[in-house]
Nanobody
Framework: VQLQASGGGLVQAGGSLRLSCAAS????????MSWFRQAPGRFREFVAH????????HYADSVKGRFTASRDNAKNTVYLQLNSLKPEDTAVYYC??????????????????WGQGTQVTVSS
């Protein structure tokens, strides 16, 4: 599956953005999806996860209550709503598909397909 992330941008602290990740391929709705982010000089870290049917979600503690993952399998798209943004949320955000059916949700190595990333910059 090929993934294309979009929706990033520059926003002031406290603002909101909605990221989208559009997938190609008819098997998209079989994959659990996660969002990761990577800030300069830091490792890529887990942000959010959504199961194949959207019924189960997981979030990193740092974004819990502020970010919301959702998906529309009819549109082959997964979303990440970012609210109450903070400068420390600044990073490149990546969507990833669990094409290995690993059952993992937060380990980079367990995701076989990645989008190209979209930059989110939060100014103070």
């Amino acid at each position: 599956v090929q993934l294309q992330a979009s929706g990033g941008g520059l926003v002031q602290a406290g603002g909101s953005l909605r990221l989208s990740c559009a997938a190609s391929g008819r098997t998209f709705n079989k994959y659990a999806m996660s969002w990761f982010r990577q800030a300069p000089g830091r490792f890529r870290e887990f942000v959010a996860h959504i199961s194949w049917n959207g019924e189960i979600t997981h979030y990193a503690d740092s974004v819990k209550g502020r970010f919301t993952a959702s998906r529309d399998n009819a549109k082959n798209t997964v979303y990440l709503q970012l609210n109450s943004l903070k400068p420390e949320d600044t990073a490149v955000y990546y969507c990833a598909a669990d094409t290995y059916y690993s059952g993992s949700y937060d380990e980079v190595r367990d995701f076989g397909s990645w989008g190209q990333g979209t930059q989110v910059t939060v100014s103070s």
